[in-house]
């Protein structure tokens, strides 16, 4: 298995304009986690979803921010508009309920909004 | 609010053992302690989880205190390519309570 994929790698943007992160989680896994990591806050949630269905979006900063999973292998993460303070790097994670539950992290994609 | 302590930081020789602590002294019964690894630039990646027993895989080792107050984690041979940030987690392992909150982890460093 390839592993979590996600696109783009990296990505500099200016201020104000959409940003969509892309993510295809591990084949057969249930469950898809949107993850931001910056140096003042570390990594934190920001959403969460169960087969394509959003569980808990509680961390997401606000609404520029929204997140969709339209089937089991892909999903996205926009924000629009993009801010300076939305850089950091943008972790998509997967894993399968049943069984051990432990979550696989894609390589991220480190955003930059100038 | 973090449920996990561990130290910022720690040195390990390169080809001994590193034992990386973990208080988690309000830890709950049906709470399991993972442990994941950040390699700079790098996802998380999980090394290992228990809930009362010593663990071990390939990886690591998992020790935890019979009153389950605190835990080590031991990469018994340490090389170059462990250096990392170790993140302790506590969380309970059901359907629906998925959220990790990693905290500031350990960094550790392995020197030559």
């Known amino acids: 298995d390839a592993g979590v994929i996600q696109s783009p790698r990296h990505e500099v943007t200016e201020m104000g304009q959409e940003v969509t992160l892309r993510c295809k989680p591990i084949s057969g896994h249930d469950y898809l986690f949107w993850y931001r990591q910056t140096m003042m806050r570390g990594l934190e949630l920001l959403i969460y979803?169960?087969?394509?269905?959003?569980?808990?979006d509680s961390g997401m900063p606000e609404d520029r921010f929204s997140a969709k999973m339209p089937n089991a292998s892909f999903s996205t993460l926009k924000i629009q508009p993009s801010e300076p303070r939305d850089s950091a790097v943008y972790f998509c994670?997967?894993?399968?309920?049943?069984?051990?539950?432990?979550?696989?992290f894609g390589p991220g994609t480190r955003l930059l909004v100038l | 609010d973090a449920k996990t302590t561990q130290p910022p930081s720690m040195d390990c020789a390169e080809g001994r053992a590193a034992n990386l602590p973990c208080n988690h002294s309000?830890?709950?019964?049906?709470?399991?302690v993972y442990w994941y690894r950040q390699i700079h630039s790098q996802g998380p990646q999980y090394i290992i989880h228990?809930?009362?027993n010593n663990e071990t895989n390939e990886m690591a080792s998992l020790i935890i205190t019979e009153d389950r107050k605190s835990s080590t984690l031991i990469l018994p041979h340490a090389t170059l390519r462990d250096t990392a940030v170790y993140y302790c987690i506590v969380r309970e392992r059901e359907t629906g309570a998925n959220n990790l909150f990693f905290g500031t982890g350990t960094r550790l460093t392995v020197i030559p």
């Open positions: 979803f169960n087969n394509n269905v959003p569980i808990d």
């Open positions: 994670a997967s894993s399968q309920a049943g069984g051990e539950e432990t979550q696989y």
């Open positions: 228990g809930l009362k």
């Open positions: 309000t830890i709950s019964g049906n709470e399991y």
